[in-house]
């Protein structure tokens, strides 16, 4: 019994690298739909994971790779979030145009369009 849930456990773990791998990718290409998608299969298989690992005993070999798969899931779940935080702050700054815009618009009507339009082509940020 044990050494078929000491293998669960690192079929797992192997599983899990895999996925967030697939995730890091769709992250990379900024496929945040997709991105979404696969979190609810990551947050299946991280409390499988959570069960397995309760009931298992792991001898050091199986400890170890349990160890390298867990640094290699750490790091791209590292990479993910900063392409994540880059995201925030890119749709950030589209609010903050989309607001400014709005505000020109109540402000001075159909003027306010040329403006920032022209902002726009030219490269200047509207106030």
């Given at each position: 019994?044990?050494?078929?849930?000491?293998?669960?456990?690192?079929?797992?773990?192997?599983?899990?690298?895999?996925?967030?791998?697939?995730?890091?990718?769709?992250?990379?290409?900024?496929?945040?739909?997709?991105?979404?998608?696969?979190q609810a299969?990551?947050?299946?298989?991280?409390?499988?994971?959570?069960?397995?690992?309760?009931?298992?005993?792991?001898?050091?070999?199986?400890?170890?790779?349990?160890?390298?798969?867990l640094e290699?899931?750490?790091?791209?779940?590292?990479?993910?979030?900063?392409?994540?935080?880059?995201?925030?702050?890119?749709?950030?700054?589209?609010?903050?145009?989309?607001?400014?815009?709005?505000?020109l618009h109540?402000?001075?009507?159909?003027?306010?369009?040329?403006?920032?339009?022209?902002?726009?082509?030219?490269?200047?940020?509207?106030?």
């Amino acid at each position: 019994m044990a050494m078929t849930t000491a293998r669960a456990v690192i079929d797992g773990y192997a599983e899990l690298r895999q996925q967030v791998a697939t995730m890091l990718a769709l992250a990379n290409e900024g496929d945040w739909e997709a991105l979404i998608e696969q979190q609810a299969g990551y947050l299946q298989l991280t409390d499988r994971l959570r069960q397995l690992d309760d009931q298992s005993n792991l001898n050091r070999e199986d400890a170890q790779r349990k160890a390298e798969l867990l640094e290699a899931i750490l790091a791209d779940d590292l990479a993910i979030r900063e392409h994540l935080v880059a995201r925030r702050t890119e749709l950030g700054q589209l609010m903050d145009a989309t607001r400014r815009q709005r505000d020109l618009h109540r402000s001075y009507g159909k003027q306010a369009a040329t403006v920032v339009d022209a902002a726009n082509q030219f490269g200047q940020r509207v106030p």
